[in-house]
């Protein structure tokens, strides 16, 4: 079985620089050890890794992990694990106070060398100050017995910056905050009521668009109903008319008949009233 170190293991490795490394014997505690942030931080506003103690004092005061936001950090400490040790993370409890969550692997295998990755993510609606040398994550170290060794791989190389990959990642990383998550509900809430106003406002328009055309439609009919019977009282006119032009033709044509019957017959009285004056 396992055997815990204790706190005197402990700060005796320290001063030695034997498995841990950079440490300070009062972060030695118990039987854990407390990791401290170091001034490396990978930060999607950078797009690349930033050594903080680098910047001005007002640039590094103005660094925070700001609500929705995820922010690696390398520890101040390295370690470098005998064959017969491994280690075990549990995160600071004032974190989970502040909203942050701490990301990443809490079993350190033996022969393991190097910094500490750890993530912080902050699901708080306030940001975070990045402090170096703040207290991040506590580690408890076991020392295995000889039955429980076995052919552990050793690193290739000692981790003392942040790996390629995730560089890769956090420069195409966009953090979301939970504000703005509120934010964009929000939006969506007044976009979906302006929609549920405008349907109604295009269905009462429908109505009364439908209601004008049944109008308009009435209007129509009326007028083609006025057309057919003005159509059929000038058909029945013009019938009259005819009949009645008709018949004046066939009085005139009698009175032009009868008119010229009478000069013929006054024609010839006065031709043989001309004759008996003429003859002697």
Known sequence: MPRLLTEKELRKAITEQSFIKNGIPANAEGVKYDFRMGSLILKAEFGRPVDTSKLTEQSSAALHVLPGEVVFVLTEESLDLPRNMVANL???????????????????????????????????????????????????????????????????AAITDFPEDLVRLMQQYQPISHQSLAEQLKNISVE??????????????????????????????????????ETKERKDTEREFRADLKSTYWAAAKLSAAVGAIGAIIIAVVLMVIKQWLLP
Not at 105 to 113: A, R
Not at 197 to 225: H, P, V, Y
């Open 90 to 156: 549990s995160p600071k409890r004032k974190l989970s106070h502040y909203g942050i969550m701490v990301l990443g692997g809490f079993c350190i295998d033996p022969l393991y060398q190097g910094r500490l990755l750890i993530g912080l993510y902050n699901f708080s609606s306030s940001p975070f100050p990045i402090i170096p040398g703040k207290k991040l994550i506590a580690a408890v170290f076991y020392e295995l017995q000889e039955g429980e060794l076995a052919d552990f791989k050793k690193p290739d």
């Open 192 to 229: 979906l009521e302006n929609l549920r106003r405008d349907f109604n406002n295009r269905e009462d328009w429908f109505k009364r668009f439908q209601q004008g055309l049944e109008d308009q439609g009435k209007r129509i009919n009326g007028l083609i109903d006025s057309l057919e019977k």
